[in-house]
């Protein structure tokens, strides 16, 4: 009985440390940029205030970054980030290339202690995609069809 008690204090202690440690901001929606290739491999992180469920793209917009879409998918797709890839590469007509892209990534607030959150692809469009407050947004250039997640 003893070990049982002891254990379970040490679950406690644990989830408590836990939750003192990561202490996460409640208020902001961190954005992770990769420029890969297009940028000697620069990388951007800002964390950004936002009041409840918000557009990605309302996010980047308020963060400065100017997303372009794809004339024929719109703003679904992004083609180019701040101008990157320029027209001579990139012509933003119809879906780029699987071998260079902008792939956008998100990684949801970890609610559960015991869950841990992971990166994933957002699964719709990114003038679909809302953040909540502790969630992340990534945008990662893929060059030669390889994506370095964060």
């Known amino acids: 009985m003893k070990k049982a008690t002891t254990a379970t ?5 644990i989830i408590g440390g836990f939750f003192i440690i990561s202490k ?8 992770y940029i990769d420029y890969g290739s297009l940028k000697n491999n620069a990388k951007s992180t800002e964390c950004l205030n936002i009041n409840g469920k918000t557009n990605a793209l309302e996010i980047l917009n308020k963060a400065n970054y100017k997303i372009e879409g794809t004339k024929k998918y719109g703003s679904s797709v992004v083609c180019r980030i701040n101008g990157l890839p ?7 007509e119809t879906m780029p290339p699987s071998n260079a892209y902008w792939a956008v990534i998100i990684k949801k607030k970890q609610i559960v202690p015991f869950t841990l959150s992971e990166w994933g692809w957002a699964q719709k469009g990114i003038d679909e995609t809302y953040l909540s407050p502790g969630d992340n947004l990534g945008l990662v250039f893929s060059s030669n069809g390889e994506l370095r997640w964060p």
């Open 24 to 31: 996460p901001d409640n208020n902001c929606v961190n954005v």
């Open 86 to 92: 320029d027209r001579s590469i990139e012509s933003c």
């Open 9 to 13: 204090i040490a679950v406690f202690l």
